[in-house]
């Protein structure tokens, strides 16, 4: 029986071997097919699982929206660039110093860059609009730069030959002030913000709203992988599209036209306010503010003398000159101080106190006009008229129509930056002279636009406006938003008031420009057109440092509105020969598309376009 036992035992033994050595054998080779294809197949992906330390939300920036002309034309849009964006915490002193080297900087640079984030997490972008070599280093350097890393972000681009300077803005790194006061925690260190003209004031609607693609990151602060395959993703939203009433082939002739001279030109539209163009001389080319902007090009600009970075069609503040004599004119005939039939004599001078004033005083000349009505006296600009109406009227009175007009206060233009001009007042002159008794005499210069007063070209333009709709309409530059994401547009309204002055004042005044460009005698009479019916008006601001300064306001057509211009040539002279000319063939261009000198009109041509008794024009209420 002994025997027989252990016969089956070593008849077992070999078996189980056997069993054992193929178990064996199967787990050997299951091992090494998983070592196959861990290594093999999904061996860069579990070396990224390997390497990842972390998790980073890493921000996508939106395309920053467009803006467009009346017409549809692109003027400004966005195209791809790169900015570079360093994790303080995370990155090492040899690392500011490859990437210094990499952006052409001294570690300094970097260093004060991140002084005020110093041991934060808070990504700070450092370089903005990166070349393509420098995001290749970044590349080639990947594990010795920890915490340096590149994202997408756009720069604005300028498709238009209008330059707009003052009216579009620029874009420039939010500064610290700015990050301490954003409430809404929107921006980061780096991050670039609108800056005066419509990409300032209109921000907001612009920036859009920042996406985020959350990663794994490793010890260096670097991407390893997507986390969840990218399904917790944020989609950036884009900004908003602006559409403009500028007309930029409008713009840019009249850029031209101000070429090599200092000054501003302002046409709205008197039907609903829009800016049609805004030209203030000399500009500046916002292509140097678009990525970075060097310390040498900005400071080049500051230090100019004839301070191109300065907005003379908003900020400018010089005597109106003759310009305003309409002002005078609606408050003398509405408050039936005078009317349509009242006359002045003008012997060339007007004597008040001790001071004669002297009657559109050229070569050392006086002008005598003889006998006029206000509607002549507008006609040849005669001083001596006015001279005498703002005495009869009063302080008071002059300045309640200059107020109801628009002047001593800002239009509420929508890019900004914008002065008051000056309307004075009894108190403003009781403390100019230090009595409440100061001479009368200072009333005659504010008669015909001169003296301690002060406008500015946009008040001028809307002044015009009004002058041919009897509608003072807030001016504005954006016509409309469109809301990408609802896909809604939403239209600006302006402010309006209707003056209240009698269609009977508005059809002399009217009459009274109408003749100024139209019939001979007109101080502009030179400048008129032979199929379109301007009515404007020549000014002349005396100054004491140098050459007037040359003003002409006018609307187009005389018996509906299209559009409205305003001509300031700093130190330009006579009104009639250096603004008059530049809005005629603005005027000429907008309406018929013209763009050269017009031939002389026959006379008889002109009169035979003159406004009828109904004059004033439907307006926009």
């Not at 013209?594 to 002389?600: S, V």
Request: a neutral charge; aromatic letters at 10%; hydrophobic letters at 35%.
């Amino acid at each position: 029986m002994m025997e027989g036992k252990n016969q089956d035992s070593e008849f077992a033994s070999p078996v189980r071997r056997d069993i054992f050595l193929v178990i064996i054998s199967f787990i050997t080779v299951a091992l090494i097919g998983m070592l196959v294809y861990m290594q093999l197949i999904r061996g860069s992906f579990y070396g990224q699982k390997s390497e990842a330390q972390g998790i980073k939300a890493m921000p996508r920036e939106p395309v920053r929206g467009a803006l467009y002309d009346r017409n549809g034309i692109l003027l400004v849009g966005s195209q791809p660039g790169f900015s570079i964006m360093v994790t303080p915490r995370e990155i090492t002193p040899d690392a500011i110093a490859r990437l210094a080297t990499i952006i052409g900087e001294d570690t300094g640079y970097i260093n004060e860059r991140l002084r005020p984030y110093k041991g934060s997490f808070q990504q700070v972008k450092i370089w903005r609009d990166a070349t393509p070599g420098m995001i290749g280093k970044i590349e080639e350097w990947h594990d010795r730069l920890p915490g340096v890393v590149y994202v997408f972000e756009g720069k604005r681009m300028y498709l238009t030959d209008a330059r707009l300077s003052h009216v579009l803005g620029y874009t420039k790194e939010i500064s610290e002030k700015q990050l301490e006061k954003d409430t809404t925690k929107y921006y980061t260190p780096g991050d670039a913000i609108g800056v005066a003209g419509v990409e300032g004031t209109y921000e907001d609607s612009l920036r859009g709203v920042k996406g985020y693609e959350f990663v794994a990151v490793n010890a260096y602060g670097q991407r390893v992988n997507s986390i969840n395959s990218g399904r917790n993703d944020v989609d950036a939203k884009d900004g908003y599209s602006l559409t403009l009433g500028i007309d930029s082939k409008l713009q840019a002739y009249a850029e031209e036209l101000m070429k090599g001279k200092r000054g501003a030109v302002v046409a709205v539209d008197p039907q609903n306010g829009d800016v049609l163009t805004m030209t203030s001389e000399p500009d500046y080319d916002l292509n140097n503010f678009n990525g970075r902007t060097p310390a040498k090009i900005y400071s080049a600009l500051l230090d100019d003398p004839n301070k191109p970075l300065y907005n003379r069609a908003t900020l400018t503040r010089y005597p109106p000159g003759s310009t305003f004599k309409m002002v005078s004119a609606a408050a003398a005939l509405q408050e039936h101080i005078i009317n349509d039939k009242f006359t002045y004599t003008c012997n060339g001078s007007f004597v008040y106190g001790d001071h004669v004033f002297h009657c559109d005083l050229k070569d050392g000349k006086s002008t005598r006009h003889g006998t006029l009505n206000v509607e002549r006296a507008i006609q040849v600009s005669c001083d001596v008229f006015f001279y005498q109406l703002i005495l009869k009227e009063g302080l008071d009175v002059w300045r309640k129509y200059a107020l109801m007009f628009g002047f001593g206060q800002k239009t509420g233009i929508d890019i900004g930056e914008e002065g008051t001009g000056l309307i004075p007042t009894d108190e403003y002159f009781t403390k100019a002279y230090h009595t409440q008794s100061w001479p009368k005499g200072v009333l005659v210069s504010l008669g015909i636009g001169q003296g301690d007063m002060g406008v500015t070209p946009l008040q001028m333009a809307a002044y015009a406006a009004t002058l041919g709709t009897g509608t003072w309409i807030e001016p504005h530059v954006v016509h409309s938003v469109y809301n990408n994401m609802t896909k809604d547009t939403e239209y600006i309204r302006p402010k309006t008031r209707v003056l209240p002055i009698d269609s009977s004042v508005w059809d002399i005044i009217r009459k009274g420009m109408y003749d100024v460009v139209n019939v001979p005698g007109g101080t502009a009479y030179p400048v008129r057109l032979p199929d379109i019916a301007i009515c404007g008006k020549t000014g002349t601001a005396q100054n004491s440092h140098g050459n007037p300064h040359a003003w002409f306001i006018a609307y187009a057509p005389a018996d509906h509105p299209k559009i409205a211009v305003a001509v300031l040539a700093e130190n330009g002279g006579w009104g009639a020969e250096a603004a008059a000319p530049i809005a005629s063939k603005m005027i000429e261009y907008y309406l018929t598309g013209r763009r050269h000198d017009a031939p002389a009109a026959p006379a008889d041509s002109a009169k035979a376009a003159a406004p009828q008794s109904q004059l004033h024009a439907d307006v926009v209420h």
